[in-house]
């Protein structure tokens, strides 16, 4: 690749800075729920102690003032990072994470956790790992026998199995 087509793909995203500041003004966000959220639990000090709220209020206020000095430093710092946040290739290795891990969820809501986990872990084992199949779809299905037995038998922990629980079509 040359220099230039370099520059281009590295110059193609999102500077980090600003990338730094949206994660900074989601993390005030979440502090401000946070705080509110405690004051209904009651976040003063009572006659036992403090309150069911008191502690989760310092949180909130330490993820806002955290937020703060970080928007500060991303917004008008002076050695605020321009760069691009993420290259082409950077960020088609996360889809190529954050896609399947999207459909997994979706696809456990139907078919449950344990068929919609062996599933999930053959693909990435087929298709990241490079695999054989055999292999990675008998390992897959050991790991979920292995879970059932440790939440359902063992620890008598009943996992969600799906609007179908395709597990009733082994008896299970």
Sequence with gaps: ??????????SAGAPTHIVEAVVA????????????GSQSLGSGWTSDGPGAGYFPFYI?????????????QSLLG??????????????KRVMQVLVPALVYVLVMQIIGLYVASAIY????????????KGRSIALSVAIMVLFYMLFEVWFKVPLYKGAF???QLVGL
Excluded: W
């Design 1 to 10: 690749m040359h220099s230039s087509e370099t520059a281009q793909a590295e």
């Design 25 to 36: 003004a989601l993390v005030i966000g979440l502090g401000l729920v946070v705080i509110f």
């Design 60 to 72: 909130g206020v330490i993820l806002c003032v955290s937020g703060a000095v970080i928007l500060y």
């Design 78 to 91: 002076k050695g605020r990072n321009t760069e691009s946040f993420v290259d082409g290739e950077q960020f």
């Design 121 to 132: 872990i053959a693909v990435f084992m087929i298709t990241l790992g490079k695999y054989p």
């Design 165 to 167: 629980n395709p597990l």
